[in-house]
């Protein structure tokens, strides 16, 4: 386990963070909101509770996608900003992947909504990504997973309904990730969105 003090967000749906200091996590969310309004007090009152500063972590870590176009570049420019300013390095979290953590078996299929009737998907085999994030319709989702029988499902929240699986990310989740993917450091720069579908101004005839 890591004894690196850190702040870790996920927007890719709202707004989720955990901090760790010492031996003791804070951890808040809002599922409905996103955006700067939400994150920034988020992190304040973190810090608060915990009576310590930005500058008395050692690493930041961002979920980079696929999700939310806007939550995405919010969050990812506030981590960015906050690594820059204090010179300190951060890690990166796929959100299918941070996702496959509400599941305790070896080898998970992750499904994430995309609205419109089409979703996010991945496929994991232990540590090892065997599919890469991408988009498909709810409907070949469907027939991906049935085609792969020995996989586990996990969902989001908003997919609880159409797949069996287990379901959502919490505090949990986000500390395994962090645990996990604490020692994957990479600089600020190199800290980029995971866009694995066009944004609606973007999509032509026939893109999911």
Same mark, same amino acid.
């Given at each position: ?20 200091? $010492? ?21 304040? @009152? ?11 972590? #050692?690493?930041?870590?961002? &979920?980079?996608?696929? $999700?939310?176009?806007?939550? %995405?570049?919010? =969050? ?9 300013? %204090? $010179?300190?390095? &951060? ?14 078996? @070896? ?23 065997? #599919? ?5 319709? %709810?409907?070949?989702? !469907? ?10 499902? *996990?969902?989001? *929240?908003?997919?609880?309904? %159409? ?6 990310? =919490? ?28 944004? !609606?101004?973007?999509?032509?005839? $026939?893109?999911?």
């Amino acid at each position: 386990m890591t004894s690196k003090n850190y702040l870790f967000i996920d927007t890719a749906e709202g707004t989720r963070a955990l901090l760790r200091y $010492g031996n003791s996590y804070y951890y808040d969310e809002n599922l409905k909101n996103a955006g700067s309004e939400t994150l920034m007090p988020m992190i304040d @009152g973190l810090l608060n509770k915990a009576g310590v500063n930005l500058a008395d972590l #050692d690493i930041f870590g961002a &979920c980079i996608g696929p $999700g939310s176009f806007t939550g %995405l570049r919010i =969050g990812l420019t506030t981590i960015k900003t906050f690594c820059y300013t %204090l $010179g300190l390095p &951060c890690f990166a979290v796929n959100n299918l992947r941070l996702n496959s953590y509400n599941n305790n078996s @070896g080898k998970v299929i992750s499904v994430a909504d995309a609205g419109n009737k089409v979703c996010y998907i991945a496929r994991f085999d232990g540590e090892a990504e065997v #599919d890469g994030a991408t988009c498909m319709t %709810l409907e070949d989702a !469907q027939s991906f997973i049935k085609s792969h029988p020995d996989y586990a499902v *996990s969902t989001d *929240s908003k997919l609880a309904g %159409l797949f069996s699986g287990t379901v959502g990310i =919490g505090e949990r989740e986000m500390r395994i990730a962090a645990e996990k993917h604490i020692n994957n450091v990479v600089d600020q720069k190199d800290l980029l969105p995971l866009y694995v579908r066009k944004a !609606q101004p973007e999509r032509k005839e $026939g893109d999911l």
